[in-house]
């Protein structure tokens, strides 16, 4: 199915365009606004969830300033399972999300029925190593 017609109106054109269409409903003033689809069999469909979030953002008011979609079009749920090899994965939404790198380490504390993961700070663990290192040179 095509994405929202590219003539979708957005901010200032649309907040007008929606005070203009005030006396229609809903889905006739989203539609004329450009946000709906057309499938292969010609018919409609409104994306009134896409209209909303126009219009929200065309009034200052974002709803996702980060993008949090993880680029298939799922947003994260801030959940997960365990899989049949036994372990969780914590996608990249999540990491990237807390500005995450490769090589960042993790305390791993168990608790009754929870999980606690804990990031190292670098630093301080580099530091406490040189102490030991510099205590063992005594």
């Known amino acids: 199915m095509a994405e929202t017609q590219p003539n979708a109106l957005t901010g200032k054109a649309l907040l007008q365009k929606v005070k203009e269409l005030s006396h229609l409903p809903r889905r006739e003033t989203a539609k004329r606004c450009g946000y709906y689809t057309e499938s292969k069999t010609g018919q409609t469909r ?3 969830t896409d209209f909303y979030d126009a219009v929200l953002a065309a009034k200052g008011v974002p ?5 949090a979609k993880d680029g298939r079009g799922r947003e ?3 959940r997960v399972s365990v899989h049949k090899n036994g372990q969780i994965v914590i996608g990249s939404t999540y990491t990237q999300e807390m500005g995450l790198k490769p090589g960042d380490e993790f305390e791993i504390k168990l608790g009754y029925k929870h999980i606690h993961l804990k990031q190292v700070d670098m630093d301080a663990s580099e530091e406490s190593e040189d102490r030991e290192l510099e205590a063992a040179e005594l």
Do not use: K
Request: glycine share 10%.
């Open 46 to 48: 409104v994306n009134l």
């Open 76 to 78: 994260p749920t801030y």
């Open 63 to 67: 709803l996702d300033p980060e993008g």
